[in-house]
């Protein structure tokens, strides 16, 4: 089969286009026919061997997909031909993927491949963020960082489904802006003036803050937050981990929460199964719609992960083999 290899560190640059074996089904593996492939800031990381997952070089990156399977274990409840998502942690840049039955998703019918793929990291992620690390509250007032891109459109759309009562998207331009709100935030500000922008419309600060960014926003962030706030630490994108100065928590009585989806379910075999149950009304009902990016094929994988490593994403970017 066909597949994209990280064969070195060099940056996204470096990913190739070869052909490999097809995989073989470890025992409690389901095989799928990959027929888009989500592409992820983690993956950009990996070109680097900066992402806590680093297999051995050569590696096929990939972390989620959308399908047909293709075979499965009996006794799985699935069977060649169904629909499905598939949360593969590694292995999804290619035309055939395997991926434990455990996190192997039923697809519905009126939902794409291309939808599919944007659901699991990014959907999962946002469920597991604002519903169960931040214990979000009907009503409560939600910041997202990074709001254009994939996991800041998924967190505008899974605070609405889950009740939200405002959702305020923070984005690097105006463009960015019309995505976010296209996504269903209720307002958007400039990075560049997010603090005030958003303190002054609401005095009294916000109960969240979904932070996919880092770097130099964090502090600010922060400081959006009212008493018993809460700010979710999703992703790094802007390049540096921030640290905190804990008196800031203590005086003003507010948390700081990590968000590790894929850590948290290695323990957990059926965690990833319990979102995707939580959040499969939601997209039935059209409330969770993955806004798409750019799609591209296998041999431009160096095109899709530049965009994102360049900040230049909107929505979720694909991959078709």
């Known amino acids: 089969m066909r597949a994209v290899q990280i064969t070195t560190h060099d940056g996204p640059g470096a990913v190739r286009l070869a052909d490999v074996p097809d995989p073989v089904p470890a025992a409690g593996e389901a095989l799928i026919a990959v027929r888009a492939a989500g592409v ?7 070109t680097r061997g900066r992402y806590q997952l680093s297999p051995t070089l050569p590696f096929v ?7 047909e399977v293709v075979m499965a274990p009996a006794g799985s409840g699935l069977a060649p031909g169904d629909r499905v ?8 840049f290619a035309e055939l993927a395997a991926a434990p039955v455990t996190r192997v998703l039923p697809l519905p019918d009126g939902t794409s491949f291309d939808q599919g793929a944007a659901l699991p990291l990014n959907y999962l992620t946002a469920w597991f963020a604002l519903v169960q690390r931040g214990r979000m509250r009907a009503g409560e007032s939600v910041l997202v960082q990074g709001a254009a891109g994939g996991v800041g459109t998924a967190a ?6 889950f009740g939200a009562g405002t959702v305020i998207a923070v984005t690097s331009t105006h463009e960015k802006g019309a995505v976010a709100l296209g ?3 209720d307002t958007y500000v400039l990075a560049e003036s997010f603090k005030d922008d958003t303190l002054a419309a609401h005095p009294g600060g916000v109960d969240l803050v979904v932070d996919t960014v880092g770097d130099d926003r964090f502090t600010d962030s922060l400081r959006c937050l ?3 706030g809460r700010l979710l630490v999703v992703g ?7 640290s905190v100065k804990v008196n800031r928590l203590l005086l003003n009585n507010i948390s700081v929460v990590g968000v590790g989806l894929g850590a948290y379910g290695v323990t957990r075999p059926t965690h990833v199964r319990e979102g995707w149950n939580a ?3 939601f997209v039935e009902n059209g409330a969770l719609a993955p806004v798409i990016g750019e799609v591209f094929t296998l041999d431009q994988a160096d095109q899709a992960l530049r965009l994102i490593d360049d900040r230049r994403a909107v929505g979720k970017v694909l991959l078709r083999p």
């Open 226 to 228: 009212r008493d018993d």
């Open 40 to 46: 992820s800031f983690p993956e950009v990381l990996q």
């Open 279 to 281: 959040l499969l009304p």
């Open 85 to 92: 998502a598939a949360f593969t942690m590694l292995g999804g």
């Open 183 to 185: 996504a269903g935030a």
């Open 236 to 242: 790094f994108t802007g390049g540096d981990i921030p």
């Open 156 to 161: 505008i759309q899974v605070a609405r489904a």
């Open 61 to 67: 990156p990939g972390s989620e997909v959308a399908g």
